[in-house]
């Protein structure tokens, strides 16, 4: 297992879901819920530089068919405008199928509601895409998903 601080991203129409790694890679922890428009790369960009960042993992929203959805090239531009700012530092498009589901059930299961969730459940869904990304490369010893290779026309 690789060591180093990775970030997660949960690409939202409305907001940004962000999390963190610890150093040895074992356990992601909720960050911030960034609000999408001006200025979102540059916050996680921010973020990236305060926990000097080894990686950034970006969840990949694929249909349960397999198929790419409304939100898929959404999420791949968003992604190479990181990895564009964040040059070397890679970038890695992981499948996130069900990561808001699975957030907004484990917070309704702690008794949160919809309504006072709002702000904290684009953390969790970025805590689950890249606890994922973790688990699946401690199991298979290699990075998860794809890497993004950064355009320097985008």
């Known amino acids: 297992m690789r060591t180093g601080v990775r970030l997660g991203i949960d690409v939202g129409k409305a907001r940004i879901g962000v999390s963190r790694s610890d150093l040895h890679g074992m356990m992601a922890l909720p960050v911030e819920t960034v609000r999408r428009g001006d200025g979102d790369v540059a916050a996680i960009l ?16 694929i249909g349960m068919s397999g198929a790419d959805t409304a939100s898929t090239e959404d999420a791949r531009q968003f992604a190479m ?6 040059a070397p530092t890679p970038v890695r498009l992981v499948d996130e199928r ?3 589901v699975s957030a907004t059930q484990a917070l309704r299961a702690s008794g949160r509601t919809a ?4 702000g904290v459940v684009d953390q969790v869904a970025a805590v689950i895409i890249l606890q994922h990304a ?10 998860p998903g794809t890497a993004v290779v950064p355009d320097e026309r985008t």
């Open 134 to 143: 973790l688990d699946v490369e401690r199991s298979s010893g290699n990075p």
């Open 98 to 100: 069900l990561s808001t």
């Open 81 to 86: 405008r990181i990895a564009v700012g964040v």
């Open 115 to 118: 309504r006072n969730s709002r």
């Open 46 to 61: 921010a973020h990236a530089a305060e926990y000097d960042a080894a990686e950034i993992v970006v969840g990949l929203p």
